[in-house]
C-alpha cells in the first residue's frame, strides 16, 4: 500500500499565501507524478497542477502557485500565492506510483486538506 498524507491546510486572508505539503509513504519503487487537485463546494474535482515529464498548471493557477518536490522524501509542496476567495476547496494530493519493478503504476490520494480563503 501507498499511503498519502497532506498538512498545511487553513484559513487565510485574500491575497495572502499558504503552503501545503503531501507525503507518500509506503512500498515504492518509482513515483511517475505527483500533483494536486482540489473541490470546491459543489463542483467536480479539477486539476491544479500535475509534475510528470513536465509541469502544467490549470489556467486559473498559473502565475500564482507554485509545485516542488522532495524526491528524497517522496514529498510534493504546493505553493500557493495571491490566494482567492474561489481557491477556497479542499486539496487533495495525488501521486502515480510504482511500487515495484514489476509492477503497473497506479494513482494514490491523499484524504484533502481543507484551504478556506476569507474575502
Known amino acids: 500500500q501507498v499511503q498519502l498524507v497532506e498538512s498545511g491546510g487553513g484559513l487565510v486572508q485574500a491575497g495572502g499565501s499558504l503552503r501545503v505539503s503531501c507525503e507518500a509513504s509506503g512500498t515504492i519503487f518509482k513515483i511517475n507524478a505527483m500533483g494536486w487537485y482540489r473541490q470546491a463546494p459543489g463542483k467536480q474535482r479539477e486539476l491544479v497542477v500535475i509534475d510528470s515529464a513536465s509541469t502544467k498548471y490549470a489556467d486559473s493557477v498559473k502565475g500564482r502557485f507554485i509545485i516542488s518536490r522532495n524526491k528524497t522524501k517522496n514529498t510534493v509542496y504546493l505553493q500557493m500565492n495571491d490566494l482567492k476567495a474561489t481557491d477556497t476547496a479542499v486539496y487533495y494530493c495525488?501521486?502515480?506510483?510504482?511500487?515495484?519493478?514489476?509492477?503497473?503504476?497506479?494513482?494514490?490520494w491523499g484524504q484533502g486538506t481543507q484551504v478556506t480563503v476569507s474575502s
Open positions: 495525488t501521486a502515480v506510483v510504482q511500487r515495484t519493478s514489476w509492477s503497473p503504476a497506479v494513482s494514490y
